[in-house]
């Protein structure tokens, strides 16, 4: 069924549509293909990239809501899709991607703005993406959208490691009070950067136990939550990394705190690591996490849109995932 959003027509792909979890094939075998296809246009021939956990799928589909995007062919076969995502102000694309054989027609273009504009209209003040920074195609695409390129998401992991730590997980809270909870990490979050709200990934993580939420008290307050996965992001693998996607702390020095809770609870769930995505803003925060024996892994080049740019808070941290 299309959304309410404009309608196009071209002879390359009709849209958009409203993606659905029946469409969680079809959105794998172009998410495999057309990522494989950017690797070995890199150089990186042997690359082949893995279809998706179809319960990752689901998050993002459900996450998205209105957002999640998709074009088809003269077939009805699925040409492109885009899953744009909104934590209160913030707004974000991933995973977005056009099939091999559609790439030269326009439908990349037609999506990102289709995707900025939902944003838009939907009350985001920040919207931005994260692309491979060793991939110029992809940087100069977007910049000519209008998205300008920020600083690194460095991808920094830490074994798990058994702590004497007492952690507070929102799954294991009595029903009752989980609205309290939810309640509290709106607040956090707000005091930090206004506007922002991470309460819908939190429930929707527990609803479809794909993670927890861990959180930090201190006098009774809530000062830190991390919002993490521990499904497998790869279909068919087992579970390797305790993935964190937000991150908030009242304070720098509550990060050694949350760390052990973290490395703990991997520890605890059968996982072998943790993966912090660091934004490099967080100088500090980097340094901390590094000088706990952190891993290198991955780097990714943040970019936002001209006139909607990331608001970084000064005290405090706050690391939003814009990928799933």
Known sequence: MATARSW??????????????????????????????????????????????????????????????????????????????????????????????????????????????????????VIGLETMPRTMDNIGFYSSLGF??????????????????????????????????????????????PGYDFAREIELTDELSLGDTVLIHRGGALVGYALYHTMPLVEGRVREELRVLKLVLASDDLLPEMIRALTDLARKSGTRRVAFRLQGEYLEAYQRVFGAGARVRWTDLRMALADFPERIVRGGVVLSNWEI
């Open 8 to 125: 196009t027509r071209s002879a390359h792909a009709e849209g958009p549509f409203q993606a659905s979890v029946d469409d969680i094939p079809a959105l794998n075998k172009v998410f495999s293909e057309a990522f494989t296809d950017r690797y070995r246009r890199d150089g990186m021939v042997g690359v082949r990239v893995p279809q998706l956990n179809p319960a990752i799928w689901r998050y993002a589909i459900e996450d998205a809501g209105a957002g999640a995007m998709l074009w088809r062919d003269e077939r009805g076969e699925i040409a492109a899709f885009n899953m744009a995502h909104r934590s209160g102000i913030e707004g974000w694309m991933g995973p977005l991607a056009v099939r091999t054989d559609r790439q030269a027609g326009g439908v990349g273009k037609e999506m990102v703005r289709e995707g900025v504009e939902y944003l838009k209209r939907s009350g985001a003040k």
């Open 148 to 193: 300008l390129p920020g600083r690194l998401t460095v991808t920094l992991t830490l074994d798990a490691v058994a702590n004497d730590t007492h952690a507070t997980v929102f799954g294991r809270l009595p029903a009752a009070d989980r609205d309290d909870a939810l309640g509290e990490c709106r607040t956090l979050v707000d005091e930090l950067i």
